[in-house]
């Protein structure tokens, strides 16, 4: 049994707010269940997403967008790495974005979606599961506004139109007696404004404690795990904590099949500028930057740009 928080937000956020603020605080980490994203939807994306990565690799490296930093379609096995990490990590994925009407002030920064057309129903079935995160992101921002002591929608025009991005993630199996405890992601911190993470009751996300401990991660099933990434770390300085994790293989039966997650990666609006909340400035406090202006930067040290 860990502290991490493990919260139904469908409570009063009142209610949840400092128990999930607290939790933040210390493990960057916390556990949120009724979260309102239909089962149904999820097992359907679940399927889809394993249909989607048992296509031949010809026909999903068809879906490589050049130069686009792995911001939309296929990302294949061995691209990503970790930041100051020597090697790759053991995974492929495949990413849905905002799309945004022609025209629109933030275009620019964000790619149209492209869609595989060799599995059926995956555009309507991600494209309401990416809905159903932004809703259940928006509802765990309004609580870490509240443990703030600010106004309860602080953060909406924040992520209003933001570059948020959905992950489907699979790690291919691995072999022999080598795969037990084998590093599938390398340790690191997220970049973005949360996480919100489908697929942890597989065993194998860690996190690593203050003491310098890793600490297993084990939600119920249907539960989401969410934690605080870089860009709300800086913002409140340090306060609301960017927490490194890895994911490890397990060991037994399941070392040695695939394992598939969906993070969703919320994201501020590409022009706003974070900069450090005024109750938590100190000396310390960073320089404002815009919230691409820290993207560009922090995808050039993971290899995606």
């Not at 990434?229 to 070392?255: F, K, Y």
């Amino acid at each position: 049994m860990t502290d991490i928080a493990s919260v139904s937000i469908a409570l009063p956020l009142s209610e949840v707010a400092d128990e999930l603020g607290d939790s933040f605080r210390e493990y960057g980490f916390a556990i949120i269940r009724d979260h309102g994203i239909p089962a149904d939807l999820i097992a359907r994306a679940e399927d889809m997403s394993k249909a989607f990565f048992a296509l031949p690799d010809a026909t999903k490296r068809a879906y490589i967008l050049p130069n686009g930093g792995g911001a939309r379609g296929y990302t294949p096995f061995g691209t990503e790495k970790a930041k100051d990490a020597a090697v790759h990590d053991l995974k492929e994925f495949w990413h849905v974005g905002r799309d945004l009407p022609e025209g629109h002030a933030l275009a620019e920064f964000m790619a149209p979606n492209i869609w595989p057309e060799e599995v059926a129903g995956f555009r309507e079935t991600f494209t309401s599961l990416y809905a159903a995160f932004e809703q259940a992101g928006a509802r765990v921002l309004r609580a870490i506004a509240l443990h703030l002591d600010l106004e309860e929608r602080f953060f909406d025009s924040a992520v209003a139109d933001g570059n948020s991005v959905m992950r489907l993630l699979r790690y291919p199996p691995l072999e022999g007696a080598e795969a037990e405890g084998a590093i599938r992601a390398a340790a690191h911190g997220d970049i973005n404004t949360i996480t919100l993470l489908l697929g942890a009751q597989e065993a194998g996300l860690e996190l690593l404690k203050a003491d310098g401990e890793w600490l297993a991660i084990n939600p119920p099933e249907g539960a989401l795990v969410v934690n605080i990434g870089d860009m709300l770390d800086r913002l409140t300085n340090g306060r609301l904590v960017s927490t490194t994790h890895r994911v490890v293989n397990p060991h037994g039966e399941a070392a040695h099949r695939a394992r598939y997650s969906m993070p969703f990666f919320l994201h501020f609006r590409p022009d706003y500028i974070i900069e450090t909340l005024p109750s938590c400035i100190d000396e310390n406090a960073p320089e404002s930057i815009s919230s691409h202006q820290f993207l560009l930067q922090r995808l050039r040290e993971i290899n995606l740009a």
